[in-house]
């Protein structure tokens, strides 16, 4: 094994769009979905969705052929294969649903390249409608004021630390877009990486917060780079004299400035666009 832990967000990088948005455009529920967005937290609300898709007399085989009919780019997936290959723990922890990412990963028969994904749980109740619930137990909140309730990443990446640690696997790499994927960043250690999506969410998050990070950060702005800059990434840290604290160098455009951290009041993602 590589010691390295790669860590995939889901939405808009490894795939390119976002899951939740492509169902509610492709199922055609865009009118229901702007009405109740502004009184449901986004977690309730996409499970409400399902329901709306349901009561259309619409299947969850019809929302699995929409998800397979989304394209995923061919860099992202021998990204993920090199990286594999290269013997690094792949995971991912998005704040999609089990049942939408199992269903793009399967398809794509690159399901089997991770060890475990860290979502909200989804399932098929007995009337056939797809219901997705909240990662955490909503009973006991987790505290963190970056994070929607349902979703502390941050929370899932000290989870991780804590399950790996004994195998040895000392370094992560987390690539992600969005707000949501701050959290986490912060909680990346020395030697560590923060791959953000330039010109997203995550990478003005970070350029703004820039000492607030211990890891060192690495932008990216295509499949084709994300690609490049992971499989260089990996082989300098594979490559790395485990006794020296030294970490390789690169470029960013990152400038480092001090404002507030938004809070996790902001919208989550893009709106899907009304028919
Ligand atoms: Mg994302
Ligand atoms: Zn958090």
């Keep these: 094994m590589a010691g390295i832990v ?3 967000d889901f939405d808009k990088t490894i795939i390119d769009w976002d899951s939740d948005n492509w169902v509610v455009n492709q199922m055609g529920i865009t009118e229901v979905f702007h009405e109740f967005y502004p009184i449901l937290p986004w977690n309730i609300l996409m499970d409400r969705m399902m329901g709306e898709i349901h009561s259309l007399g619409r299947t969850v085989e019809e929302i699995a052929e929409c998800l397979k009919a989304a394209p995923l780019q061919p860099h992202i997936i021998r990204a993920i294969k090199s990286s594999h290959a290269l013997g690094c723990d792949l995971r991912i922890v998005s704040d999609a649903n089990s049942f939408f990412i199992q269903t793009i990963l399967k398809h794509h028969k690159l399901f089997e390249y991770f060890s475990e994904i860290h979502t909200n749980p989804s399932f098929v109740d007995e009337d056939g409608k797809l219901r997705i619930l909240p990662y955490h137990d909503m009973s006991s909140p987790h505290g963190c004021n970056h994070c929607p309730s349902n979703l502390c990443k941050g929370f899932v990446i000290e989870r991780i630390h804590a ?3 004994e195998l040895g696997q000392k370094r992560f790499v987390y690539v992600g877009d969005g707000r949501g994927d701050f959290c986490p960043c912060l909680k990346l250690r020395e030697g560590d990486f923060a791959m953000p999506r330039k010109n997203f969410p995550l990478w ?3 350029c703004s917060n820039r000492l607030l990070l211990k890891a060192d950060v690495q932008e990216w702005s295509s499949a084709e780079e994300l690609e490049k800059i ?9 490559g790395e004299d485990k006794t020296s604290s030294q970490s390789p160098s690169f470029d960013s455009d990152c400038m480092v400035r001090v404002v507030p951290i938004p809070l996790h009041d902001a919208p989550r993602k893009a709106l899907p666009v009304p028919h």
Excluded: A, E, G, Y
């Design 6 to 8: 790669v860590i995939f």
């Design 230 to 238: 992971l499989l260089r990434l990996i082989t300098t840290m594979s």
């Design 204 to 206: 003005d998050l970070i």
């Design 163 to 165: 399950s790996v640690s």
